[in-house]
Each structure stands twice: as structure tokens, then as C-alpha cells.
């Protein structure tokens, strides 16, 4: 067993490029990826649909201005559930100042941020829209939740606003019209 893997770390390292080259066996126990399968960009397919543009683009911002990070996002764990991961990064450099790439380590943060809050508002909307008339109530109301926070946390991106009044409205129509409430 290697230091990295005694400690309770997700653990990568990535080249100059920014593509990884090394995850620990607490990395690929949590995912439930293989090293082959992570390597590169393949350790995104396991980012939540909607925090993948956002880390990636921040990533690359850092990557490029060579500077230290954190982010926060949800990783798919063992193939199944969100949870929330907190990243940070640090630039390596050779004795010449020369950049190597990145080592960073994560923490599941996922008890103290709440699990309920690393299923997505888009999640929680699907699952009201499908739900039968014994769960429509709490389902529509958790949905909106959701969607109101999403809303307060604010986006930058005009297609997800569109997307949330939408999600809403839908929301209040299926209220009214099969709930009978205003």
C-alpha cells in the first residue's frame, strides 16, 4: 500500500496538459472506476450533468494561470449517488520553475453540505413529473424547493434560467390541476 492510498483522500495528479495521470485506490473505491477508465478526462463522466461545464471551465482557467484551486461539485459515487466533493488543486514545478502539472485531493463533504442537496434540482423535477397521485404532493413540493434554491444560488446561464421558470411553471399548473391547489 502507498501513501496515498492510507489516507482518507481522493488523490490525482495530472500532466502539464491538465489531462490526469494518477488516481489513489481511494479515488477509484469511490467512483467505482477503473484507473484505464479515469485516466485522461474520463474521471468527468462521474461530474453531475450540472456542475460538469462550470468545473471544467474552471479547471481550465487555473490550468492555464498555472494557480492553486478549490472546487466544490458532485461526484457519482460507485455508480449510483451524487455526493459533494471538495477539490483542491496545487500547481508542481520542476527546480527550474518549469510547470509539471497538478496534484490535488478531494473530501467528501456530503454530511456536512447535506446529501439531500447533491440531488439535483433537475433530478427532483423528473421525479415529480413521474410520480403517482401518493407521492405527487411531496414530490411537487420537494421539485419546487429545489428549483427555488437553484434560483436564489443564481446562474449565469440564460438556458438554465429558461429551464427553471419553465420547471417551475410546470410545477404550479400540476399544483392546480391535479392537486387543486392555488
Known amino acids: 500500500m502507498t501513501l496515498s492510498d492510507s489516507l482518507p483522500t481522493l488523490i490525482w495528479c495530472s500532466g502539464s496538459d491538465g489531462l490526469c495521470t494518477y488516481f489513489n485506490q481511494r479515488w477509484?473505491?469511490?467512483t467505482g472506476r477503473t484507473m484505464e477508465a479515469?485516466?485522461?478526462?474520463?474521471?468527468a463522466q462521474d461530474l453531475h450533468p450540472d456542475d460538469l461545464d462550470r468545473v471544467v471551465q474552471?479547471?481550465?482557467?487555473?490550468?492555464?494561470?498555472r494557480q492553486k484551486f478549490r472546487l466544490e461539485y458532485r461526484l457519482r459515487y460507485q455508480g449510483g449517488p451524487y455526493k459533494w466533493i471538495v477539490d483542491f488543486g496545487a500547481p508542481v514545478f520542476d527546480s527550474s520553475?518549469?510547470?509539471?502539472?497538478?496534484?490535488g485531493g478531494c473530501l467528501d463533504v456530503t454530511t456536512i453540505k447535506g446529501s439531500a442537496s447533491a440531488t439535483s434540482w433537475r433530478e427532483k423535477y423528473e421525479a415529480a413529473l413521474s410520480a403517482d397521485?401518493?407521492?405527487l404532493s411531496s414530490r411537487i413540493w420537494a421539485a419546487e424547493v429545489a428549483i427555488r434554491d437553484r434560483m436564489e444560488d443564481g446562474t449565469g446561464d440564460p438556458r438554465e434560467k429558461e429551464s427553471l421558470d419553465n420547471s417551475l411553471q410546470t410545477l404550479i399548473?400540476?399544483?392546480r390541476d391535479k392537486l387543486g391547489m392555488e
Do not use: P, T
Request: charged share 25%; glycine share 14%; hydrophobic share 35%.
Open 28 to 30: 477509484l473505491e469511490f
Open 38 to 43: 479515469s485516466l485522461g478526462d474520463g474521471w
Open 58 to 65: 474552471d479547471y481550465y482557467h487555473f490550468l492555464q494561470h
Open 97 to 103: 520553475q518549469g510547470f509539471l502539472g497538478y496534484i
Open 133 to 135: 397521485m401518493d407521492d
Open 173 to 175: 399548473e400540476m399544483k
